[in-house]
């Protein structure tokens, strides 16, 4: 089915290991995002991507690194998993351009445990 | 420091009653979107008002804007059940690239 799809939905990693969060539109959506959702502080945005090969820091992009290579899909990568990084990750993708604004579109998220 | 702030952080009211939840936020926006969460699902788009609108509808739902008081409010009338969830303003800042800044949600409890 068309849509936007994260996986995996729940992953338990150790301090110190690589992971990646892999999130995949149907929508040939030019801009995808990724947020962390934490307890009191709402969802923050870590990185976006305005198209294939563009790529730029959100407000808190300390420890994770993206990529975008194909336009449908969006790869989050914790190069060194740290506890802090605990958290719901959210992938979300928008058609909007430059003057036309537009709603954004939430996968269903990745629960992230660092032990 | 969070671009949109919700009030209240939580509401509990009996089905059929109206909910109003309250968002402000601090600098100038292209638009103000309403988005739900249920407990461990993700985000659903409701409702987009863009800078130049004051008041809109969809279905149950109306959402006001006054762009001199940087405030919005989102009205869900005749409540039901299945509208437990938490609700989340998001700016889309002037000037910003599509970037979507949340508020942090107003939790509403429905009571049968």
């Known amino acids: 089915d068309a849509g936007i799809t994260q996986s995996p939905r729940y992953k338990i990693t150790e301090t110190g290991r690589q992971v990646t969060l892999m999130c995949h539109q149907t929508?040939?959506?030019?801009?995808m995002f990724w947020y962390r959702q934490d307890l009191g502080h709402g969802l923050r945005l870590i990185y976006y991507s305005a198209a294939a090969d563009i790529t730029d820091k959100g407000e808190v992009p300390d420890g994770y690194v993206v990529s975008r290579s194909k336009t449908e899909n969006f790869p989050l990568t914790l190069e060194s998993a740290t506890r802090s990084q605990t958290s719901v990750y959210f992938c979300?993708?928008?058609?909007?351009?430059?003057?036309?604004?537009?709603?954004?579109?939430f996968g269903p998220g990745t629960r992230l445990l660092v032990l | 420091s969070q671009q949109g702030e919700e009030d209240p952080q939580a509401l509990s009211i009996q089905e059929g009653e109206n909910a109003t939840m309250n968002c402000s936020y601090k600098t100038s926006i292209n638009n103000l979107q309403w988005y739900r969460q249920n407990s461990g699902r993700g985000l659903v788009h409701l409702i987009l008002?863009?800078?130049?609108?004051r008041e809109k509808h969809s279905g149950r739902l109306r959402v006001t804007l006054d762009t001199s008081k940087k405030s919005s409010s989102l009205l869900i009338t005749a409540s039901r059940a299945a509208d437990t969830a938490s609700y989340f303003c998001?700016?889309?800042?002037?000037?910003?690239?599509?970037?979507?800044?949340f508020g942090q949600g107003t939790r509403l409890t429905i009571n049968p």
């Open positions: 998001a700016t889309d800042v002037e000037g910003g690239a599509q970037k979507l800044v």
């Open positions: 979300a993708s928008t058609g909007a351009r430059v003057l036309l604004r537009e709603a954004q579109y």
């Open positions: 929508w040939s959506h030019s801009y």
């Open positions: 008002i863009r800078s130049n609108e």
